[in-house]
């Protein structure tokens, strides 16, 4: 039987994943990527590493951008230097007839948590992606939503506090300003107070990273837990204000932060419920950790063909 | 040729209207609702007045209120007292075999204004309705948008400021909060600064509302002008989050605060490519004004089935 292949495009590798009939990766691939490269070089060694593996029957690909939809066209895919880029022209001319499916990364890693992971037997699903950025993807009826337009949504850069913090997009008060790994990097290293923190960061070479948050959680730090305690208000208001917009029958949490499970997870839950709109009587959706890693984007790519229209 | 029948159903009045193929109301009847009565005796009263119009083919309902899917239960209908109602079941028993379809009422005013007023020509279109609360409804893919779960969304108990004002749904910093006529009338009434606010008030039997606020801007006053700049700001902020979500390619602006024109919606306009996520690339929605007025909820009610999956 021919392959089906996912790739997971990021702006230092490419992952590649051959994924079988129980959508597990059963062959993997990792070629490395680099802004330095034009466009065109990129496609043309992404193209051979994918034909190498050999009887390819179709190919899915994350991408880390905005799509138009006509055409799959990549409005601005900062990590590798592009900007308005023709990825299936291009890819068509090096694939030949190979059916080819393009989404935006964290739309395919919601695939693959859909079909593979947290998301099994659900109809609707959110899955918001917790790292560098707030990244998202939502299956609607079945299927990956891509809004009205078709460029997908963008759930980092809905406002929930205006005229809050800059968010790297520019614009001030996004959920990513707030609950992105980043923004909790950004919190931790200005608590100059807590003296726990700031030996953990002293002792990794001045740099700061999300998990000492959770570590001096841990350790009963105070400022820690203020930290915390304002980190799950605010994405918590972020997810009530998603569900009351899509109704998600579960909340997919994913991205390095949800790698602080309980800990993250037990307050979240208890907070969305006092974040959203008639919780209770319209149903809140059930709040889950991601299950399966960065191998979701694989997974999700190879199975686009099955939730695109 | 059988008749095709729209019901806008309110706390004080349901309207009915019959639509002819050009989507016009070609026959009207309104018929006083009170929550004095119960479930069972509003639904035999309009099921009469239903009938009584003769040789019906298909009625829709548009509803005060959200719907669980299956078998279309009223969750929660405030202005007529009807909690966790079978309204299909109860119109089944009066209506026979008419096919019924039933939504919520922003939801209908939407569909009315995609097939008949603003929307007209478009295959994704936001609707916000700017009244007593804040609705809205959301026509995607050429479909009446229900939310994963069914039950419709409410854009207006969507948060943009966190910890902000109190929302009549107990939520704090709801866009409602601060975009309804409601948040007007509070914020003329407590702008004691404003002399010329405050006559029109004292004129007006001590009761604002919220075209004072137009009226004020008009004269330049400048306290009326502050509120009306802060008021389009949010807005824009609730505008820009939508659209970053679900990506229209048009927004329709509707109810009684839309009526201040062009006072309203060129600056709206311009602040929303201020507050939009990557609005120049992605593209944002054009804003305009609804087209139907009141009529908008009776026609979007009468063609549901066009747009209920």
Redesign the interface.
């Known amino acids: 039987m021919s392959k089906r292949i996912g790739v997971d495009l990021g702006g230092t590798t490419a992952k590649l994943g051959v994924v079988n009939d129980q959508n597990e990766i059963v062959e993997r691939k990792v070629i490395p990527t680099d802004k330095s490269k034009t466009f065109e070089e990129t496609i043309a060694i992404l193209s051979q590493g994918i034909l190498e593996m050999g009887d390819v029957g179709i190919v899915g690909f994350g991408v880390p951008s905005?799509l138009k939809p006509v055409g799959d066209i990549v409005?601005?895919a900062n990590n590798l230097g592009w900007k308005n880029k023709d990825l299936r022209g291009e890819l068509k001319k090096r694939l030949g007839s190979v059916p080819i499916f393009i989404a935006n990364d964290a739309d395919s890693a919601a695939v693959g948590e859909y079909f593979q992971g947290a998301g099994q037997g659900c109809?609707?699903?959110?899955m918001l992606t917790l790292g560098t950025g707030v990244g998202g993807g939502?299956?609607?009826?079945s299927r990956l939503y891509?809004?009205?337009?078709?460029?997908?949504?963008?759930?980092g850069?809905?406002?929930?506090?205006?005229d809050g913090v800059v968010c790297s997009?520019g614009?001030h008060?996004?959920l990513e300003a707030y609950c992105s790994a980043t923004a909790i990097i950004r919190e931790v290293t200005a608590c100059k107070k807590s003296q726990v923190l700031q030996e953990m960061i002293a002792e990794n070479d001045g740099k700061a990273n999300a998990r000492m948050l959770f570590d001096a959680v841990r350790q009963n730090d105070t400022y820690a837990k203020s930290i915390l305690e304002k980190y799950v208000?605010?994405l918590a208001?972020g997810i009530?204000?998603?569900t009351?917009?899509?109704?998600?029958?579960i909340v997919v949490i994913g991205g390095g932060v949800s790698g602080a499970g309980d800990l993250l997870f037990e307050p979240l839950r208890e907070e969305v419920k006092r974040?959203t709109?008639?919780y209770d009587?319209?149903?809140g959706a059930a709040i889950i950790p991601a299950a399966l890693g960065n191998d979701a984007g694989i997974i999700g790519a190879a199975l686009l063909d099955r939730v695109l229209?």
């Open positions: 905005s409005i601005h109809q609707s699903m959110l939502f299956i609607y009826q891509r809004g009205g337009n078709g460029c997908g949504f963008e759930p850069h809905m406002i929930v506090q205006q997009c614009l008060g996004c208000h605010t208001i009530g204000s998603l009351t917009i899509l109704r998600p029958e974040t709109f008639s009587v319209i149903g229209i």
